[in-house]
């Protein structure tokens, strides 16, 4: 089965830093991967897909790369803002034929001070 | 995009009772999921409901223990049988809109 790892450990930054999280995965690519962001008290909230094809993919001032040879996912928050203090969750479907069924990882939660 | 909303918000509940949470969504959807989230932990994925057929469970779970309703296409219920401590979660629902999942804000239960 897959597994999916994020770094479990706080990640504080300096407002105006790169937040770099990072997303492994171990078994099969998957067609797709997803981060999500979640607040507490709140349902996780769709920031970015990036699919197995594509490398990199922007938004904004967040931007995602896909490294299958790596079974790899970096997500990078720049010029980081204290309103971008979250727990961020990289996300995977759940099996090679199962569109929808996401397989999520247990997050890094980020805290950008002042 | 998609708006999701869930009853209740939260509820604490004894031990051996049932609670049902319903998920509402203001666009029709085919596909909806419910997830928990179980205190510190990611989110796991419980069952798919699609309109129209029985809804399909993940491993570790079972109708008799999440019966789950989809009468149509922007509304469902999950229903948390028996209830234990271990039941104490976050249960959220999802919907699938082309390729975003949008998320409700969850039900927190606390199981005494």
């Known amino acids: 089965s897959q597994k999916i790892e994020q770094n479990s450990e706080a990640l504080n930054i300096q407002e105006g830093k790169t937040a770099t999280l990072t997303c492994n995965y171990t078994?099969?690519?998957?067609?797709?991967l997803q981060w999500y962001r979640q607040d507490p008290g709140r349902g996780p909230v769709f920031l970015l897909l990036?699919?197995?094809?594509?490398k990199e993919k922007r938004k904004e001032r967040l931007k995602v790369t896909f490294d299958t040879t790596l079974k790899q996912s970096l997500f990078h928050i720049t010029a980081s803002q204290p309103a971008d203090s979250a727990t961020y969750l990289c996300a995977l479907e759940r099996t090679t034929d199962s569109w929808g069924k996401l397989q999520f990882g247990a997050g890094t939660q980020v805290v950008v001070t002042p | 995009s998609a708006v999701i909303s869930q009853k209740p918000s939260r509820d604490i509940c004894q031990r051996g009772t049932s609670l049902t949470i319903q998920c509402q969504v203001d666009?029709?959807?085919?596909?909806m999921f419910w997830y928990r989230q179980q205190p510190g932990q990611s989110l796991t994925l419980i069952a798919t409901a699609n309109q129209g057929s029985e809804a399909t469970y993940e491993s570790g779970f079972v109708i008799d223990k999440f019966p789950i309703s989809r009468p149509n296409l922007t509304f469902s219920t999950l229903t948390v049988s028996n209830m234990s401590p271990e039941d104490s979660s976050i249960y959220l629902c999802?919907?699938?809109?082309?390729?975003?999942?949008?998320f409700g804000p969850g039900t927190r239960l606390t199981v005494l």
């Open positions: 078994n099969y690519s998957p067609a797709y």
């Open positions: 999802s919907v699938l809109m082309a390729d975003t999942q949008y």
């Open positions: 666009s029709q959807v085919t596909m």
């Open positions: 990036i699919r197995e094809n594509e």
